[in-house]
Nanobody, 125 residues
């Protein structure tokens, strides 16, 4: 069973930056960052394949960058120019190494087998 542990969340002012990390206990396939604002549904933010191909949703494209270090089994989310609407609990999710690519369905939470417990990001105006 893959264990995922997120870190790096916090409270910042609008316009500032944060870097989230997600440490995996072993190698994984496609990895995705999701977020869930209070009282709302979980939504995808960005995904990256084992080979490094990445995708970002429109609301964060140009501000957030997903990356991964396979040697360290660690996923990152570099978040720049943060906005109050980015406030949410951020989760990392992963598929097994049998699914190295993310394909066109990386925005669907139920397709991911492994989840972290989340890290809170709060952006004030």
């Amino acid at each position: 069973q893959v264990q995922l542990v997120e870190s790096g969340g916090g409270s910042v002012q609008a316009g500032e930056s944060l870097r989230l990390s997600c440490a995996a206990s072993e190698s994984t396939g496609c990895m995705t960052w999701f977020r869930q604002p209070a009282g709302k549904e979980r939504e995808a933010v960005a995904a990256i394949s084992m080979g490094g191909s990445a995708g970002h949703v429109n609301s964060v494209r140009g501000r957030f960058i997903i990356s991964r270090d396979n040697a360290k089994n660690t996923l990152y989310l570099h978040m720049n120019t943060l906005k109050p609407e980015d406030t949410a609990m951020y989760y990392c999710a992963a598929k097994s190494t049998f699914q190295p690519g993310c394909g066109g369905d990386w925005e669907i939470p139920r397709l991911f087998s492994y989840w972290g417990h989340g890290t809170q990001v709060t952006v004030s105006s």
